[in-house]
């Protein structure tokens, strides 16, 4: 079952076979709380949030080649990084996933929240603050 929140989006969505159209969410809980994997198929982004949310939560993320959180989603592992921004590509990402034991799904769900854990805002401001030092 594929959901969409509908703000912003076309209202069409929802006269697809296996689509969901769930509305607004009041938090990313809430709205993820049922999720097994986060799918972020954009063709361009230069650093996507919503799939460290996703992470933060436990979820473990696909993202394309082309997004600038890719990086962080290789650490979970490079497999849920979908190298051609193709359908068959994306589904193909997203069936290894699903097709793979409880027990390596559980790592993954657990490694998401590791690597997300190292993305939040006092983190990545203690790094810059290091990153100019080191310049200086």
């Not at 890719?70 to 097709?99: G, H, M, Q, Y």
């Not at 034991?101 to 190292?118: G, H, I, T």
Request: glycine content about 4%; charged content about 25%.
């Amino acid at each position: 079952m594929w959901r969409f929140n509908r703000a912003n989006h076309s209202h069409t969505y929802g006269t697809y076979e296996g689509v969901e159209v769930m509305g607004y969410a009041d938090s990313i809980e809430s709205a993820l709380s049922e999720s097994t994997l986060f799918v972020h198929s954009a063709r361009l982004d230069a650093y996507a949030v919503a799939p460290l949310e996703a992470m933060y939560g436990g979820i473990p993320s696909v993202v394309t080649n082309k997004t600038g959180c890719r990086d962080a989603i290789s650490r979970v592992d490079n497999n849920l990084v979908a190298n051609e921004i193709t359908p068959d590509k994306i589904a193909s990402t997203i069936c290894w996933f699903l097709e793979l034991p409880r027990e390596r799904k559980s790592q993954l769900s657990e490694r998401s929240k590791q690597v997300a854990r190292q993305y939040t805002e006092e983190v990545r401001k203690k790094e810059f603050k290091q990153s100019i030092l080191d310049i200086i």
